[in-house]
T-cell receptor
Framework: DAGVIQSPRHEVTEMGQEVTLRCKPI?????LFWYRQTMMRGLELLIY????????DSGMPEDRFSAKMPNASFSTLKIQPSEPRDSAVYFC?????????FGPGTRLTVL | AQSVAQPEDQVNVAEGNPLTVKCTYS??????LFWYVQYPNRGLQFLLK??????LVKGSYGFEAEFNKSQTSFHLKKPSALVSDSALYFC????????????FGTGTRLQVFP
């Protein structure tokens, strides 16, 4: 099993640009989570899906952030427009009941 | 509301000594409890979990944790620390009745000195 796959691993962009982060969960897992990690705020849950349906998006910071899960094997997190304060490591995780399995993360830098 | 507290930002221990990383939780109902470890520039890795049964849970890399219901604690322990154990450790909780969402603590950085 390849584990949770995230792309890109690193993204550097300029303020105002659109950023799209991608995640492929582990096959057979029915829940998918997007987290953001920064030194200041630690690990924050942004949104999670169960069976491709968004269940809790209360952690999404503002309307600039959106997430989709069009099928069981793919999810995206989009930031439009991006701002320097969005710079962070974004993790995707998947699970099928108990423990979550995390991807390697995408390090986003917004200049 | 559910919550997890990791009272120590950092724990320092000499190699070969026992280590403890503390975690307390607050949840209505029965909890599922987890420990994760994060090495530099990596995602979180699952270490161990308590679901039911024996209060002492053994996990990866020689780590164990003890569920204490009366003290609402789930401290992570290892009898003999290694320099390679140096990492960021997260405790997490969810209610048995809930879906898969975990509530994570703020993390404790473990530094093991040679």
């Amino acid at each position: 099993d390849a584990g949770v796959i995230q792309s890109p691993r690193h993204e550097v962009t300029e303020m105002g640009q659109e950023v799209t982060l991608r995640c492929k969960p582990i096959s057979g897992h029915n829940s998918l989570f997007w987290y953001r990690q920064t030194m200041m705020r630690g690990l924050e849950l942004l949104i999670y899906f169960n069976n491709n349906v968004p269940i809790d998006d209360s952690g999404m910071p503002e309307d600039r952030f959106s997430a989709k899960m069009p099928n069981a094997s793919f999810s995206t997190l989009k930031i439009q427009p991006s701002e320097p304060r969005d710079s962070a490591v974004y993790f995707c995780a998947s699970s099928k009941g108990n423990e979550q399995f995390f991807g390697p993360g995408t390090r986003l830098t917004v200049l | 509301a559910q919550s997890v507290a990791q009272p120590e930002d950092q724990v320092n221990v000499a190699e070969g000594n026992p280590l403890t990383v503390k975690c307390t939780y607050s949840v209505s109902g029965n909890p599922y409890l987890f420990w994760y470890v994060q090495y530099p520039n990596r995602g979180l890795q699952f270490l161990l979990k308590y679901i039911t049964g024996d209060n002492l849970v053994k996990g990866s890399y020689g780590f164990e944790a003890e569920f204490n219901k009366s003290q609402t604690s789930f401290h992570l322990k290892k009898p003999s620390a290694l320099v390679s154990d140096s990492a960021l450790y997260f405790c997490a909780v969810r209610r048995v009745e809930d879906t898969d969402k975990l509530i994570f603590g703020t993390g404790t950085r473990l530094q093991v000195f040679p």
